[in-house]
């Protein structure tokens, strides 16, 4: 079983930086794409970033090419999200999510099979 645990949000000012964790505890990390989502208040939850099992893809949502870089390290099982030039629109919940890597799809939310709890990310302007 895969549980996921984020870390690493908080409250910052618009233009700052914030670097988000999500730690994998289970099997089959180094087999498995990765997701960071977000969902900022009365919004549905929407797909920030992607990351192959490899690294060699990735996928940003328009609202974060050029600001964000999700990586991961597959010794540690760990996947990070830099945000740069925060803006109080990237206010939300940020999620880490997981599916295995041979199912294919979009990268929309109902298409991962594992969630973390989230961590809050707040921007103030």
């Known amino acids: 079983q895969v549980q996921l645990v984020e870390s690493g949000g908080g409250l910052v000012q618009a233009g700052e930086s914030l670097k988000l964790t999500c730690q994998y505890s289970?099997?089959?990390?180094?087999?498995?794409?990765m997701a960071w989502f977000r969902q900022g208040p009365g919004k549905g939850r929407e797909t920030v970033a992607t990351?192959?099992?490899?690294?060699?893809?990735?996928y940003y949502a328009d609202s974060a090419k050029g600001r964000f870089t999700i990586s991961r390290d597959n010794t540690k099982d760990m996947v990070y999200l830099r945000m740069n030039s925060l803006e109080p629109e990237d206010t939300g919940v940020y999620y880490c999510?997981?599916?295995?890597?041979?199912?294919?799809?979009?990268?929309?939310?109902?298409?991962?099979?594992?969630w973390g709890q989230g961590t809050q990310v707040t921007v103030s302007s």
């Open positions: 999510a997981s599916r295995p890597a041979y199912r294919s799809g979009s990268y929309s939310a109902e298409n991962f099979r594992s």
């Open positions: 289970g099997s089959f990390f180094n087999s498995s794409t």
């Open positions: 990351i192959s099992w490899s690294s060699i893809s990735t």
